[in-house]
């Protein structure tokens, strides 16, 4: 068990920096009930500041036993509870974490998918609100919680997990916020330099050589006011302008489900081709889900160099500093991508060793080192 001292930390962060709650805020803290020590403290911190926590704590079991005993009417059931809330909340803090997280491993895909699209409007408006400013603004951040499931699929101890999720949202600093305000400015940076881009590539050795056009899109710097740890920048690519092959190298991760060895071809923006080495009957029920499955609402590049192995958790695997990654579905508010799906599914290739990046045709990034020192860059003496 992890020091409860480390969680008030996480809360404190969480509810200061990341969503800022304000006087009379109304916060929705939503997470399953093995993350209860977690939503305790952010329910004290969130009093604290003024607001009023709405606790939101869910049995996993739940979500297993409608897809594995829900009739179609009941799997396409969209909540008006749910959607209430999305309207009417001002901040949102959410973790992730579960007593098992194969429990959903053999559960029927379809009946997967119908739950994802009857929760599409709610996600919509949750996209369009965490999008919008001013007072119709939520602000949103999910975090990691450290449990033993999540500890055994990284190959680790719980205490050696816990030390490495608190590490990766730089709370071992003396001021946690402070490092992440530095991240912020470093992150910026890059995202100005790629604002200015009409086109990404990414190559690989792995037989990766992938173009995305991007010209007039949003590249947006997520410093820990979005997901907690943080540590990448992204942007919506043009929809009709990915071309080429990509060759994920690690698994792709979703619903509990792991898809390997995934390789994507695209034309016109759009998947033409999709193979994988475990999950491919899987891989296509999820692209295939609705219009918008098959083509890219996300690019991006991790730059969190405190992550530096691969956990099957993609909340961290994406932020690794050296991997980039894409998400098949969804395009995310602020990026002026215009993609809509009720898929959002990131996937995530480490550049680490054989993998260039250019931006019009320059190299920006080779073995997952930016060529620019004021860029995101390892801290010195850790390795990347």
């Not at 009739?71 to 999305?86: D, G, I, R, T």
């Not at 881009?197 to 710097?221: L, P």
């Not at 029920?285 to 991006?300: C, F, H, T, V, W």
């Amino acid at each position: 068990m992890m020091h409860d001292a480390w969680l008030d930390r996480l809360a404190d962060v969480l509810v200061k920096y990341s969503v800022k709650v304000k006087k009379d805020d109304v916060v929705r803290i939503r997470m399953s009930t093995v993350a209860t020590p977690l939503a305790l403290a952010l329910y004290r911190k969130i009093l604290d500041a003024g607001g009023h926590p709405v606790m939101r704590l869910a049995d996993e079991e739940c979500a297993e036993l409608l897809v594995r005993h829900g009739k179609k009417h009941q799997l396409s059931f969209e909540s008006p509870f749910e959607m209430h809330e999305v309207e009417t909340l001002d901040a949102d803090i959410s973790a992730w974490g579960q007593e098992n997280s194969k429990a959903m491993s053999n559960a029927n895909s379809e009946n997967m998918a119908l739950t994802l699209k009857a929760r599409q409007p709610v996600f919509k408006k949750f996209l369009k609100r965490i999008g919008s400013r001013g007072k119709n603004k939520i602000r949103w951040v999910g975090t990691q919680y450290p449990c033993q499931s999540s500890a055994q699929d990284a190959e680790m101890s719980l205490t050696e997990y816990a030390d490495f999720v608190f590490r990766a949202g730089m709370l071992h600093a003396p001021n946690p916020i402070a490092e992440w305000k530095k991240i912020s400015v470093a992150q910026q940076r890059l995202a100005d330099f790629l604002n200015k881009a009409s086109e990404v590539r990414y190559i690989h050795r792995n037989g990766t050589d992938i173009r995305y056009g991007v010209k007039g899109r949003n590249w947006i710097n997520c410093d820990g006011q979005l997901n907690f740890p943080d540590g990448e920048v992204f942007t919506g690519p043009i929809e009709n302008a990915t071309e080429g092959v990509v060759v994920f190298n690690f698994p792709g991760v979703i619903h509990s489900r792991e898809v390997h060895d995934i390789r994507l071809q695209f034309k016109s923006g759009k998947v033409v081709e999709a193979d994988a080495g475990k999950g491919r009957d899987f891989l296509y029920s999820m692209m295939d889900q609705d219009k918008g499955g098959r083509i890219l609402g996300e690019l991006a590049i991790g730059t969190n160099y405190q992550i530096t192995r691969h956990t099957r958790n993609t909340l961290f695997d994406e932020k690794i500093g050296g991997t980039v990654h894409m998400a098949l579905g969804a395009s995310l508010p602020g990026t002026g991508g215009r993609n809509q799906s009720a898929l959002h599914w990131d996937l995530v290739l480490d550049m680490r060793k054989g993998g260039t990046i250019e931006v019009d045709g320059k190299v920006i990034s080779k073995n997952g080192r930016f060529t620019r020192s004021n860029w995101p860059q390892p801290k010195r003496g850790r390795r990347g």
